[in-house]
C-alpha cells in the first residue's frame, strides 16, 4: 500500500509540474529520482553526500539538512535551492580534487 501511494504522489507531482524548458534546467546528478518545480526527489546517498559536503564548505550553501524532508525510507525531497547549492559544491569538491 505504501509502494501504491508513492507513485500516486510521483504520478500527481509530475501531471501537476510540467518539465521545466531545457534550457533552464540543472543537470541531474546520480541519486536523483524526479525533478519537480519545487525541488528533486532524491536517494538517501545523495542527502549524505550534500550533508558532507555542506560541511566541507560551510561558505557555500545553507546548514546540513536545510531545505531537506523525509518522503519515504530512502526517498527524501530536496529544494531546488539546496540542489543547486549540492551541484556547486560538487563542483567545487571535483576542481580540488584534480588540483592536488
Known amino acids: 500500500m505504501k509502494t501504491l501511494s508513492l ?9 501537476a ?4 524548458s531545457p534550457a ?5 546528478v546520480p541519486g536523483v529520482i524526479l ?6 526527489l ?13 560541511k566541507k564548505y560551510p561558505d557555500m550553501g545553507d546548514k546540513p539538512g536545510d531545505g531537506v524532508f523525509v518522503i519515504d525510507e530512502g526517498l527524501f525531497h ?4 539546496q540542489y543547486q547549492d549540492y ?14
Open 87 to 100: 551541484v556547486a559544491m560538487l563542483a567545487r569538491d571535483q576542481v580540488v580534487a584534480k588540483s592536488q
Open 24 to 28: 533552464s534546467v540543472t543537470p541531474l
Open 35 to 40: 525533478h519537480e518545480r519545487s525541488g528533486y
Open 42 to 54: 532524491v536517494k538517501a546517498e545523495l542527502v549524505q553526500n550534500y550533508t558532507k559536503l555542506c
Open 78 to 81: 530536496l529544494d531546488a535551492k
Open 17 to 20: 509540474n510540467p518539465a521545466p
Open 7 to 15: 507513485f500516486a504522489l510521483l504520478a500527481s507531482v509530475a501531471l
